[in-house]
């Protein structure tokens, strides 16, 4: 099964500044801080300092051992020690120091579309143009721990149950799972908030 990855409200989430990306990866590379589109940046990266601030309206305090954020992940020491093999074949593990010690930035670098995993029969256009729903070519994927597609601007994290069960199995904390994949936010919509 493919899962879209989300934050989990309940943690705090990674931020990386783009004035710092800016400052330490120069101006070709700083577009890192906004910019999920999945390119390598491993040959220039200079640690960055990020910072962990609760998501909109809550008022989480704890320190995740991973954190969704714009199309990338946040592992911490612990996180990286159980998921690195499945992520290392799928993108690249960037050093990164907060104010509790280090950690990691995901990148991931493995698209759906070069994989040639997008479903057409399941992807769909409202009519006025705009993508209304999507989905993948689980076969095509099964190898693939972690991916990005094209279709949700590289914004969105996907995933193989081998990465959700790497994930569950090392009792880590941080980041949902969700199997409707084309939907951005993870609660079903219509859900009284």
């Not at 698209?111 to 029969?121: F, H, N, P, R, Y």
């Not at 209304?132 to 070519?137: D, K, L, Q, R, S």
Request: hydrophobic letters at 35%; charged letters at 20%; glycine letters at 8%.
């Amino acid at each position: 099964m493919i899962y879209r990855i989300h934050h989990d409200e309940n943690y705090l989430m990674h931020l990386v500044h783009p004035v710092e990306s800016m400052r330490k990866l120069g101006e070709k590379y700083g577009v890192f801080a906004f910019n999920a589109e999945p390119k390598p940046y491993a040959s220039v990266w200079t640690p960055l300092q990020i910072e962990f601030h609760a998501s909109e309206g809550k008022k989480s305090k704890a320190m995740p051992d991973v954190s969704e954020h714009f199309g990338r992940l946040f592992l911490s020491e612990r996180a990286c020690q159980a998921l690195k093999v499945r992520l290392e074949t799928c993108g690249e593990l960037l050093p990164v120091t907060h104010k509790n010690g280090t950690g990691y930035i995901f990148n991931p670098l493995i698209t759906a579309e070069q994989l040639g995993a997008i479903d057409d029969k399941l992807t769909s256009h409202d009519q006025h143009g705009n993508l209304a729903h999507f989905g993948f070519v689980e076969a095509k994927l099964k190898d693939t721990a972690i991916f990005k597609t094209r279709l949700d601007t590289w914004t969105g994290l996907f995933c193989s149950d081998m990465l959700k069960q790497a994930y569950e199995n090392a009792g880590l904390t941080g980041i949902t799972f969700h199997p409707d994949v084309s939907n951005p936010i993870g609660a079903p919509h219509g859900t009284l908030q």
